[in-house]
């Protein structure tokens, strides 16, 4: 039996538990519960100050409170004890004469520095027995973690054309959102891998295109525009719980409308259930009119068809 699960699959307590795990790994992996960091006579929480004043000299002291979440008087002994150290300097902010901008003095550079090129060393023998797909899969993962946890994955996004391993990608997250969502079987997979095997099989160039939504380098959704005998067609568009708000769905949704007039297509049609009430909103708000509807037996549930319509 396969005892293999993903985080998808757990509870969110067991998720919970897995980055605690993760946390708990990691933190002794870097040797960071220790008190002095990277062999150096500074503490990590003293050592990540000094990265940030050597990567942005000038900084205020609320900037590194709010940004690090430091209480104030810790910072405030931390920053007496570099100065007394030759390692910091201060001047007066011209915008504001109240407040001082903190800047590493040479000495205070050359243990930056000194850190920096530790670190690296730490990593790169970290990261030394595994192989480069290894490596790159470590890298990626945890560049994914950054962006997803980041508050800025949160605001921006792009649309792009598809790439090579975008469509499975895509139709597998599709159909688990739609089992996990509304208790769809595989039927729907079924459906969504024909309708992609026939787009890339038959692919029509300036006819037929496929958008990829990305957010904080997450894929975050999609939609395929299709040559339906000289009709255009707008088909599988989803988009991922986590970017659900954003504007992605409205988005792909127009550019299909915009590339199925410039290809010149006279209309532009899809098929639905009603079920899937954010689509069917977004659909009408665009200038789509329900034309027909039928209720059928699919992907293992009693459903309600729609066919929609915009003549462009």
């Known amino acids: 039996m396969n005892t293999h699960t993903t985080l998808q699959d757990q509870h969110p307590a067991d998720q919970i538990e897995t980055v605690r795990a993760f946390n708990r790994f990691y933190t002794n ?17 003293e050592a990540r100050i000094i990265y940030e004043l050597a990567a942005r000299p000038g900084l205020q002291a609320k900037t590194l409170i709010d940004e690090l979440h430091l209480d104030p008087a810790y910072l405030s002994r931390i920053l007496k004890k570099f100065r007394g150290d030759g390692l910091l300097s201060t001047r007066p902010d011209p915008q504001d004469q109240r407040s001082q901008l903190l800047e590493l003095t040479a000495d205070g550079l050359s243990h930056a520095r000194t850190l920096a090129s530790r670190s690296r060393q730490d990593i790169a023998a970290m990261l030394g027995p595994l192989s480069k797909p290894q490596q790159e899969t470590v890298a990626m993962a945890m560049g994914r973690i950054e962006s997803l946890l980041s508050a800025r994955a949160d605001k921006d996004f792009i649309l792009r054309p598809h790439q090579p391993g975008d469509i499975s990608l895509v139709l597998g997250r599709q159909t688990k959102l739609y089992v996990e969502e509304y208790g769809w079987n595989s039927d729907y997979e079924a459906l969504a891998m024909q309708i992609a095997a026939d787009f890339i099989r038959n692919f029509k160039p300036g006819r037929e295109f496929c958008w990829i939504a990305e957010a904080g380098g997450e894929i975050a959704g999609s939609v395929f525009l299709v040559d339906a005998g000289g009709t255009a067609k707008l088909r599988l568009l989803y988009v991922e719980p986590f970017a659900r708000g954003l504007g992605i769905g409205r988005a792909l949704v127009r550019e ?18 009603d079920v899937l009430a954010s689509a069917r909103r977004i659909y009408e708000t665009e200038g789509f009119t329900l034309v027909s509807e039928e209720r059928h037996h699919s992907f293992g549930k009693d459903l309600n068809g729609q066919n929609w319509q915009m003549g462009l």
């Not at 040797?31 to 960091?37: E, K, P, Q, S, T």
């Not at 990277?38 to 503490?43: G, K, Q, V």
């Open 256 to 273: 299909c409308i915009a590339f199925a007039r410039s290809a010149g297509y006279e209309i532009l049609t899809l098929w639905t259930n």
């Open 29 to 45: 992996q870097l040797g960071l519960l220790g008190r002095a960091f990277l062999d150096s006579r500074f503490t990590l929480t």
